[in-house]
């Protein structure tokens, strides 16, 4: 590992504004995708390739394919990420915009709290960290609230209730990844952890009739350049950058992806998208980040493992 002092500035500020920005900007792809393919469809595609490419790299550069044990492991953990995360977000974005969806998966911390709280025992239920489950919650109310007298439509209340069982499912898969065998290359776990995610994004689309009546050639180059760009920049480039960072700086200060994606995104769907920024979602999305920075800024009780996993809008969207 290369010294603080041996690595050039230009190598951190990149990595860093690919999970600040580049991650940002996926949740207006994403939108941008699902206008023309069909949700599922598009996540399947989106992680067949990544996890394809990714899993072929790790097995070019000498790594071992996952034992049986860690391939269950694999496919209990993708299920909740991959399916009931990504899955539910690509569905969710035909009914909310990017930035408020953006701003819903910012909860994922606070899902991961309680699970550390419930499950892993690794943190306490301080004032300061119940203060700040409340102000997510209340930032959730606000969005969703029909009697606010706030500018800006409330969230569409199935959109809105996707999101937030797509942060949950993230932390328990979470929860899972401490808890189960796995493989010990971040590489490898990813790249296994995406390709059998786009498995079972498939057979999800398959089950849901998506693939009847889709037609490739008449989908525009722009819903096309957005899945490309999800693919390319928002896992492949996004992830290595990730962990890159991960062996060279603090957890902690990589961490701050969480609460910087969140602003990108609802920035980028305002300039590009044309999406509202009312005092509802100024406000809502106040609360939310709020809650974020106070719980990732607390220590927990012991030390617990760092996810690698996805992308992680959430802990990391790739």
Not at 100 to 128: D, H, W, Y
Not at 154 to 168: E, M, R, T, W, Y
């Amino acid at each position: 590992m290369e010294s603080s002092a041996d690595r050039p500035v230009w190598k951190t500020l990149l990595a860093f504004s690919m999970i600040y920005f580049v991650w940002g900007t996926t949740f207006f792809a994403i939108r941008v995708g699902v206008h023309e393919i069909p949700p599922f469809l598009m996540a399947a595609i989106r992680f067949l390739v990544a996890g394809g490419f990714l899993y072929g790299w790790m097995i070019a550069k000498g790594e071992r394919s996952p034992t049986a044990r860690q391939w269950m492991g694999v496919c209990c953990v993708s299920f909740f990420i991959f399916v009931m995360d990504y899955g539910l977000l690509f569905w969710a974005e035909q009914r909310v915009p990017s930035g408020i969806a953006a701003v819903m998966l910012a909860l994922i911390p606070l899902f991961m709290a309680l699970s550390e709280f419930t499950f892993l025992r690794t943190q306490k239920l301080t004032a300061r960290l119940a203060l700040a489950l409340l102000t997510g919650i209340c930032g959730v109310a606000v969005l969703m609230s029909r009697s606010l007298y706030l500018s800006g439509a409330p969230v569409d209340k199935a959109g809105a209730i996707a999101l937030i069982v797509a942060s949950a499912s993230w932390s328990f898969g979470s929860v899972l990844t401490r808890k189960m065998e796995m493989p010990a290359s971040k590489g490898m776990s990813s790249g296994a952890q995406m390709l059998v995610g786009g498995v079972f994004q498939s057979i999800v689309a398959g089950a849901a009739g998506e693939f009847r009546g889709f037609h490739s050639l008449a989908i525009s180059r722009e819903a096309w350049f957005a899945v490309l760009y999800l693919i390319v920049f928002g896992s492949i480039i996004g992830f290595t950058a990730y962990v890159w960072l991960i062996h060279h700086e603090s957890p902690t200060k990589v961490a701050t992806y969480a609460y910087v994606n969140p602003v990108v995104a609802v920035l980028v769907g305002y300039f590009l998208g044309g999406e509202s920024l009312g005092m509802r979602t100024v406000l809502g999305a106040l609360f939310v980040l709020t809650s974020v920075v106070v719980i990732t800024s607390t220590k927990p009780a012991q030390p617990v493992a760092v996810l690698s996993v996805g992308d992680p809008a959430k802990a990391s969207e790739m």
